[in-house]
């Protein structure tokens, strides 16, 4: 497998990164790509075009593009995979994968590069073989500082104030000369869920889907085993219930290649030694059978003004999860019929805000913190040209987007995070980190 060209661009289509291993493609393809993703509506652009022979296949992260260009006809998995790679090393490297860092860590980026590609051909992507090589230090742009707690709540079993690591602890390069030196020995376990609903018009549940992962991420000068614990109760499959708990069940689960099982059909513990840097230890899903209430319901009313000319929304929303659970960053879209010209608005709370969003011909409703327990509601009146009964059915469906730190809907936990003998051992015990967070992937009430 050949490629052509590896390059990051921005949102804005700024050229970061952009290396030609052959030359034989123009340096325009980069606009073209740019051109033919911006192109199509937000969302909608496919993983794989082309453009008069050549093949482009990229990966969206966070708000860059990263893309890989050839004229081969390879698997778009295995370029999905390289460029996921590529992301992971960025990160193992630099600490994270943002703009800014790689606008100061741009030598590193492409020293890196060099590493992995000859000629177009994959040489390695596995983080223990190319530190060997990478020689240029990573630029940090803001030093680590356990005691810099800007960001209560964001990592750690529980929440206590001395026992919670800073939002930006784990965005520190894991590889590297200098990254160990002066540092504490840390351990980060990521437990992240999505959650995927569409909810019908009379509020019954049509479909729940849960995608979750358990990341790992390690800052250990040495060789060590790790043992996590999950709960004791979870199931895989239609396997009979295991324990005297609440019960735990996906529906499948897969691992990474280096963790040992031996102890997890017995005691759900998972083993591993793991590499320093970031790595997938467990993938999971569930389907259709929650064993917790949806997070958020959304009781929608529409009336139709005497006049003719203005629709009513009444929206009220309510958060069932427990009172001392909260979400954050929550936004309701609302789609309104396409003749809508202006909006007015009454919010039950100040902090809130709204918004006519022309070039989606949607309502967005915002709350930055939504406590469990609690509801909102929020009052529109819309003024739409040609008001009919064909309008009423351009409005929705809703779509919601949120995050719920230190949830998830599975149930899954982490009971422990334990580590063997290091060799060598380590001048102080790691601290150990775990973090729970479940996003909205899609989150659809019909109206």
Request: proline share 6%; hydrophobic share 40%.
């Amino acid at each position: 497998m050949m490629m052509s060209q590896v390059f990051i661009l921005s949102a804005r289509g700024d050229h970061l990164i952009y290396k030609d291993f052959r030359g034989e493609e123009q340096k325009d393809a980069v606009d073209i790509f740019y051109q033919k993703v911006t192109g199509l509506p937000k969302g909608q652009a496919p993983v794989v075009m082309h453009h008069q022979g050549l093949h482009y296949v990229h990966l969206r992260q966070n708000t860059l593009y990263l893309v890989v260009t050839t004229r081969d006809n390879p698997s778009p998995f295995t370029l999905i995979h390289f460029l996921s790679r590529l992301a992971g090393l960025i990160k193992d490297h630099c600490g994270s994968l943002s703009e800014k860092t790689l606008r100061m860590n741009f030598a590193l980026v492409y020293e890196l590069l060099d590493e992995m590609l000859d000629f177009g051909y994959i040489q390695s992507t596995s983080t223990d073989v190319l530190k060997n090589f990478i020689q240029t230090q990573p630029v940090i742009s803001k030093p680590f500082s356990l005691f810099e707690l800007s960001n209560i709540g964001l990592f750690g079993a529980d929440t206590q104030q001395s026992k919670v690591a800073p939002g930006h602890a784990a965005s520190r390069p894991a590889v590297g000369g200098n990254c160990t030196q002066g540092s504490k020995t840390e351990i980060f376990v990521d437990v992240i869920e999505r959650l995927t609903v569409v909810i019908a018009a009379n509020g019954g549940l049509l479909k729940a889907d849960v995608q979750g992962l358990v990341r790992l991420k390690c800052f250990l000068p040495g060789t060590s085993e790790i043992r996590i614990g999950l709960n004791e109760e979870f199931s895989v499959g239609k396997a009979e219930i295991r324990g005297y708990g609440t019960a735990v069940r996906v529906d499948e689960c897969s691992f990474h290649q280096s963790v040992r099982l031996e102890e997890f059909e017995s005691s759900r513990i998972l083993r591993v030694v793991p590499p320093q840097g970031e790595m997938t230890l467990m993938q999971y899903q569930l389907s259709d059978d929650l064993p917790t209430a949806l997070p958020f319901r959304l009781f929608p009313t529409v009336d139709k003004d005497p006049d003719g000319r203005r629709l009513t929304v009444n929206l009220k929303l309510r958060c069932d999860l427990p009172p001392r659970s909260q979400g954050v960053n929550i936004s309701v879209h609302l789609p309104v019929p396409k003749g809508t010209v202006s909006l007015w608005q009454e919010l039950s709370s100040p902090d809130q805000r709204a918004e006519l969003v022309a070039d989606t011909r949607s309502v967005r409703w915002h709350i930055p913190i939504f406590p469990g327990g609690s509801q909102f509601t929020a009052r529109f009146k819309l003024e739409v040209a040609d008001l009919s009964a064909a309008s009423l059915l351009e409005l929705g469906p809703a779509c919601m987007q949120f995050e719920l730190p230190m949830t998830t809907c599975s149930g899954l936990q982490v009971r422990f995070l334990r580590l063997s003998s290091a060799h060598p051992p380590p001048l102080q015990p790691p601290h150990r980190w775990v973090r729970y967070v479940t996003h909205s992937d899609s989150y659809l009430i019909r109206i």
